[in-house]
């Protein structure tokens, strides 16, 4: 089977779009636009309400996705979970591999 140049462009096209509206997918809570992103040094007085990681396609087929878009979606993903435990301020941690991003979740308000 010959795979001919307007599949190629075709599969490239779509992926790309597909990299590109992922965001479009993305649950966002009532809430979570009010959720605090801070330093740790910041959160000394607050209650630790326990931590989230947070997990988003970093690849689609063979296309990897923007590295701003892919942290503004674990963003996005900690602050509703943010709401979902009650608390309202995050700090963000660590991340082991692209498209992975630990968030420790505080009550400060």
């Known amino acids: ?12 096209l779509s992926s790309t779009l597909l990299a590109g509206c992922a965001s479009a997918f993305l649950d966002v809570k009532a809430g979570s636009e009010k959720v605090a992103v ?3 040094k910041q ?3 607050c209650e630790s309400k326990g931590t989230v990681t947070s997990s988003v396609l970093s690849k689609v ?3 990897n996705r923007g590295e701003e878009g892919v942290e503004e979606n674990l963003l996005q993903m900690a602050r509703n979970a943010a709401v979902e ?13 692209f498209g992975e991003r630990t ?5 400060c308000r």
Do not use: H
């Open 61 to 63: 087929w063979f296309v």
């Open 43 to 45: 959160v000394s007085g």
């Open 38 to 40: 801070v330093d740790a």
């Open 85 to 97: 435990d009650n608390a309202d301020t995050i700090v963000k941690g660590e991340s082991k591999k």
């Open 103 to 107: 968030y420790s979740l505080y009550k």
């Open 1 to 12: 089977m010959q795979i001919t140049t307007k599949f190629i462009m075709t599969t490239l």
